[in-house]
């Protein structure tokens, strides 16, 4: 999941180029380059480490062009180092490429090539691609024919983009399996794998659909399809973007974003909730023009995921058959692939996920539409991701960009999102009177209140998480539908403070995590007001008769009623039982966020992950 950024101008991009690469930090950032033509010669700058550190050895020893190309990675064949840094070049320097994905076939290339006698100097999947160009280029055959030739030697997932430097005003991009977008300027063109690095030349792009190449000069831009035949790209004009790369009066992306969920989520239900007086009524049709057909068919629902989002799915689970009636299995992309997962009758395909291009669910999606689901149905944040390209129905969450490597607000969203569809199925069925139905959107509606209720106890939290800062482990325990919410609280943790935590749903202690219990394993739980209140008091007991150290987040209206001597108890407001996950999830970000702070770990961009993890 690297990034890519071009620019092709009459103007030095080196400053364009770097921009871009701090906003596409999100997709790695292990090491980070750029290559420039200047004066018919590509000069290059490699660096280990954050884009900064590529602009602190680009002060020293600065370069320049106004064509150029440019790349943030993350490692995945060879570490991070400077050889293995992008751009990578042709041995006698004419050719530039920086690359995102995977070439499957590179070792079998690779060998053919070093048989001719072609040296590489790194260990990457990506250095094939620029050899396979030097030694087949045709000085005769145009830019285009020339790459063209070697794409159809490679086998795997690629977004890539090469300068020539005999071509100093154009570069060739190309989306075989990662998302390539083009920019638009006057006399300047630009390429990136995202619009977000674009932002501050343009807000006009265009996006190369599956399999298209294009010629990017300074005054066009011509496509070509997977046939070979031109294309047209439509130009979209994206109206006052919120600048998704600023911080605003905050220390981190990751506290912006959770400030920001009280009305990221309103936002997300509001355009699906249609108000007549004093009753609501959930809008199908948010789901696709013709899901209200489709939905009264559903007689079950695989929902399919990673990480975060899978999370999400889990929690749906608990909502789909408690009011819809209706089965679910939630199921981990990158599993779901590789089993023969029998399909239940009349199923519909539910993906979810933040980006929209990760490569394990986009591959599930890809394989179901080939097999007799009876629609697909992706949730995502991103409305122009492959993922909603390619899926029959679509609900775009409105979370806004989400900079943070560690989800927050895509996931309180995606959840908004899940009641939706919850209701939505459970009308298109009549599972649900028009009373209910209106109930519980009101209900609803009310999630953002409580969200900011719970913000404000963010200095208790900080406090909190003092206690864990010389702590190596931690157990998170929820039951029934919390027990989500309880591994999402560990994800988070471990993913930005590398503090190990688990989490166990918590009837499940005495069959063996409670043997590793004793003062210095800390225990956080979620304690809502719900029919398993009683249960869980029970399991709490059984920790704190080891010795075990408890945290319990319990609702205001039972906490009186909870029985156990927990070393921290934090009130929550009363919170109706429908959107408990959404709250309870707030306390527990906050905390993983602040453990991290304490510890002084990178929040945004912790060690070893990326946001956007479009390999396999
Ligand atoms: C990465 C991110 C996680 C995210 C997961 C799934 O691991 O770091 O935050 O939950 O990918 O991503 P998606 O974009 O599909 O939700």
């Known amino acids: 999941m690297c990034g890519i950024v071009g620019a092709v101008a009459k103007r030095d991009v080196l400053g364009i180029l770097l921009e871009g690469l701090k906003r596409l930090e999100y997709r790695g950032y292990d090491s980070a380059g750029v290559a420039l033509i200047h004066d018919g010669k590509i000069e290059r700058s490699r660096t280990v480490g954050k884009v900064n550190t590529l602009v602190e050895a680009l002060k020293k020893a600065p370069i320049s062009g106004s064509t150029g190309v440019a790349h943030t990675r993350w490692a995945t064949h060879g570490e991070p180092s400077v050889k293995n840094a992008h751009p990578h070049m042709s041995t006698v320097g004419d050719i530039a490429i920086v690359h995102n994905g995977i070439i499957e076939n590179f070792a079998e290339l690779k060998e053919k090539l070093i048989k001719k006698g072609i040296s590489f100097s790194s260990q990457t999947d990506t250095e094939v691609i620029v050899h396979l160009l030097a030694d087949s280029w045709d000085h005769k055959a145009g830019f285009v024919d020339n790459v063209k030739k070697v794409l159809s030697k490679l086998k795997g997932a690629y977004g890539l983009c090469v300068i020539h430097k005999d071509y100093p005003d154009q570069m060739v991009a ?4 990662s998302p ?21 030349v343009t807000n006009r792009f265009s996006y190369l659909d599956e399999g298209d190449i294009a010629l990017v000069g300074l005054d066009n831009v011509v496509a070509y399809d997977q046939s070979g035949q031109e294309t047209t790209l439509v130009i979209e004009e994206l109206d006052s973007v919120k600048d998704a790369a600023s911080k605003g009066r905050f220390k981190h992306y990751m506290q912006k974003e959770i400030f920001e969920q009280p009305e990221v989520i309103e936002n997300t239900f509001s355009s699906g909730i249609f108000e007549d007086g004093d009753h609501r009524s959930v809008l199908v049709e948010r789901f696709g023009a013709n899901a209200k057909a489709l939905f009264s068919e559903v007689e079950h629902v695989r929902i399919v995921a990673c990480g975060t989002s899978y999370h999400a799915g889990m929690v749906a689970k608990f909502w789909i058959e408690k009011y819809a ?125 409580l969200v900011k209720k719970v913000l404000s106890l963010d200095k208790e939290i900080e406090r ?10 931690a157990l998170f325990l929820g039951r029934g539908v919390q027990y989500p919410v309880a591994l999402e609280g560990a994800l988070k943790l471990k993913e930005i403070s590398y503090i190990h935590a688990e989490a166990y749903p918590a009837g499940e202690l005495k069959h063996g995590p409670l043997a590793l219990v004793d003062r210095d394993m800390p225990i956080i739980a979620v304690a809502p007001n719900d029919m398993l209140l009683e249960k869980l008091e029970s399991n709490l007991q059984e920790v704190q008769a080891r010795g075990g150290e408890l945290y319990v987040f319990v609702d205001h209206a039972v906490s009186e009623n909870l029985n156990i001597a927990a070393k921290h108890s934090f009130v929550i407001e009363a919170v109706p039982e429908l959107i408990a996950p959404i709250v309870f999830t707030i306390p527990l970000q906050l905390f993983s966020y602040h453990v991290a702070v304490q510890k002084g770990t990178d929040v945004d961009q912790p060690r070893n992950l990326a946001k956007s993890v479009t390999v396999e």
């Not at 390539?180 to 501050?200: K, R, W």
């Not at 960009?401 to 309180?412: D, L, N, P, Q, W």
């Open 325 to 449: 009636g209706i089965s679910v299995d939630v199921e981990i992309a990158s599993e779901i692939r590789y089993r023969e997962a029998v399909i239940p009758k009349k199923s519909l395909f539910v993906t979810v996920s933040q980006s929209g291009e990760t490569a394990d669910t986009l591959a599930a999606l890809r394989q179901a539409k080939k097999k007799r689901y009876l629609s697909t149905l992706a949730i995502c944040n991103v409305a122009n991701s492959s993922l909603v390209r390619e899926a029959d129905l679509s609900f775009i969450t409105e979370a806004g960009i989400e900079m943070g490597v560690a989800s927050t607000k895509a996931f309180t969203t995606q959840l908004t999102a899940f009641i939706l569809l919850t209701l939505s199925l459970a009308k298109s069925q009549n599972q649900l009177t028009k009373e209910k139905e209106s109930e519980l959107l009101k209900t609803l509606q009310e999630a953002p209140k």
């Open 464 to 473: 909190l998480s003092m206690d864990f800062v010389e702590k190596h482990h």
């Open 174 to 177: 190309v989306r075989s399996g």
């Open 180 to 200: 390539i977008v083009i920019g638009y300027g006057i006399g300047e063109n630009f390429i990136s794998s995202d619009t977000l690095s674009l932002l501050p």
